[in-house]
């Protein structure tokens, strides 16, 4: 982990400085210089209302601010600012449990940039599913349901609006044009099929994607409001296109499991992840409230450390299962009971060994 401190403080240049603490005096999305004229796509709104965070931050990187500027990795810090700067994605490498998916979480509670888009990957994911879903049967019984029964000469006929039965995907709303960036996390690319990264290059690059089923029905109606990714938010959809204003803070995860194309490597910033050392473990369990004071933690983060090397790492949420337990009065050092915990909560994950 390079964790390098600045004696002057930190650079101009940083936006986000790693900490996960969002500044008191100043709004740090207004530090960020224009995009490069590469980058830009359509003009940004006068206004616009940043969905608050829905909890999942708290539940990820813990609800108090232990990590200061001396403990945060310089590499990430840097990274995370290039990306910012030239709008781009961040692949982030490393093995399980590193803490990959919550820097996502650090610069949207950092840069005060609301609810975090998750976008999850599984071997059967597809891009349409992360842009929108159209529920045609649904509408189609409901248009059924309002036709006139025989023998009624009034009731309500025609289709019912479209947009009632789309709604975006956590991808597709991370790309509604708006002032301030969403932050979109999509985790665990790696175990997508062979063509979603490939796919993928066209919304990167172009920041826009349509919706054909809204492109058809433009000429009558050419403005649709339709439901997006945040629970009872709605979005209006010109022409059946969805073009960015501010391109989204993009993070993807990787465990390693599989190389990606190079046309998609080319359009993203890497970063690789290292083992947390202690301070910054100790940062975490305190971040999450666990008892500071307890006088078992340092041993127990030693212990995990020492741990985890022996058996090429261990996720980290396993230090903070291990600390639970020792403030919830399970802990006894040297107890042999404590010891077979200790040796079934941090066993390998590859290992099959009962």
Known sequence: MSVTEHPDGPPDWWVYRGTGRPPHDIDPVKLIPAAPPWRRFADLPESDVTP?????ASRRIGTEYHLSGALVDTREVEMVNAALYLRRPLLVTGRPGSGKSSIAYKIARELG???????????????????YEYDAIARAQAAGSRLPSSGERNGATGEPPIGEFIRLGQLGTAFLPRRRPRVLLIDELDKSDSELPDDLLSLFEDGEFDIPEL?????????????????????????GV???????????TSNGEREFPPAFLRRC??????????????????SH??????????????????RSAALGGLPSDKLLEAVFLATSGVYRKNDESWQRLMDALWRQLNSLVP
């Open 113 to 131: 940039l609301g609810r975090v888009l998750r976008w999850p990957i599984t071997s059967h994911t597809t891009l349409r599913q992360g842009l």
């Open 215 to 239: 492109a058809r029905a433009a000429r009558r109606t050419s403005v649709v409001d339709v439901f997006t990714a945040d629970r009872a938010q709605k979005a209006e959809i010109t022409d």
């Open 289 to 306: 409230a666990l008892n500071p004071a307890d006088s078992s933690r340092p041993d127990l983060v030693a212990e995990f450390v020492e």
């Open 52 to 56: 608050p965070d829905d909890g999942e």
């Open 269 to 286: 910033l890497r970063f690789e992840t290292g083992d947390p050392d202690m301070g910054q473990l100790a940062a975490m369990v305190a």
């Open 242 to 252: 969805v073009r960015c204003a501010a391109f989204p803070v993009v993070v993807i």
